[in-house]
C-alpha cells in the first residue's frame, strides 16, 4: 500500500484528491494539510511515501514546503508530487530545485493522477509534456552554462553511452523509449540510467533533467 499525504489550501480539492486515490485500491491517503507549515510537520508525524502538493498556499507554499521535507529526515523516503494548476517554467523549475520528484496539472485525469503517485513512488520521477517544455524555455531563456560547466557536474564520470543515455532522459523519454531508440533491452536503458544517477549523485530522473541542463549538457533551441 503506497502512503500519500494530500497538500491543498482548497478543502474541495483535497477532498476530491483524496477520493481518485482512495479509490485506486493501492492507496492509502493517511493526512492532509492546508499550507506548507502543516505540510512539514504532517510528513514527520505519518512519514507518508509520497506527498501530493499545491503549489501556492497561505503562510508557507509548496515549493518552500517542498524544500524543507526533501533536506528533512524523510528526505531518503518521502517523495514530493506536484500539483498544481500552474504550469509554467518558473513554477516547474522552482519545484524541481527544492527537490520535487513529479509535476502534474490539476487538469489532469483521475488515472493520470493515480499513476503519477505510483510513479513518483517507485523512484521514477514524472514530468509532465507541459512541465518538460516549460523547464526547456527556463533555461533557453536565463541560464547560459559555462563551456566547461559539465565538469563541475562530474558528467566526465560518464561513459559515452551514458551521456546519450542522459540526453535521452533530459528529453523526457521513458526507460522503454529510451530503450527502443538505442536498440537495447528495458533493463538494460532502466540499468544506465540507475548508474548515471549513482555516478553523478542524484535522486532520480527530474534532477537528471535540471543537471543537463545547468552542465550545458543539452543546448535547447530557442
Known amino acids: 500500500m503506497i502512503t500519500v499525504l494530500v497538500v ?7 477532498q476530491a484528491v483524496r477520493d481518485i486515490l482512495t479509490d ?3 492507496i492509502e491517503v493517511v493526512g492532509e494539510a492546508s499550507d506548507g507549515h502543516e505540510a512539514v510537520r504532517a510528513v514527520v508525524a505519518t512519514s507518508p511515501d509520497v506527498v501530493v502538493m499545491d503549489i501556492r498556499m497561505p503562510h508557507l507554499d509548496g515549493i518552500a514546503a517542498t524544500a524543507q521535507i526533501c533536506a528533512g529526515p524523510s528526505a531518503g523516503t518521502t517523495r514530493v508530487l506536484v500539483l498544481t494548476t500552474f504550469e509554467d517554467d518558473e513554477y516547474v523549475v522552482a519545484a524541481l530545485r527544492a527537490g520535487a520528484s513529479g509535476f502534474v496539472g490539476k487538469g489532469a485525469e483521475p488515472d493520470d493522477i493515480v499513476r503519477a503517485v505510483r510513479t513518483v513512488h517507485l523512484g521514477e520521477a514524472l514530468l509532465s509534456s507541459a512541465a518538460t517544455t516549460a523547464l526547456v524555455r527556463r533555461f533557453v531563456q536565463q541560464h ?8 563541475d557536474h562530474g558528467l566526465d564520470r560518464l561513459t559515452g553511452r551514458e551521456r546519450e543515455v542522459l540526453l535521452l532522459v533530459a528529453a523526457g523519454q521513458t526507460n522503454q523509449e529510451i530503450a527502443t531508440g538505442l536498440v537495447i533491452s528495458t533493463h538494460t536503458a532502466k540499468t544506465h540510467v540507475n548508474r548515471i544517477m549513482t555516478k553523478l549523485d542524484v535522486r532520480d530522473r527530474a534532477h537528471l533533467v535540471i543537471l ?3 552542465s550545458g549538457l543539452v543546448a535547447p533551441q530557442r
Open 8 to 14: 491543498d489550501d482548497q478543502p474541495l480539492v483535497r
Open 24 to 26: 485506486s485500491g493501492d
Open 144 to 151: 547560459v552554462p559555462r563551456d566547461d560547466a559539465w565538469q
Open 212 to 214: 543537463a541542463y545547468e
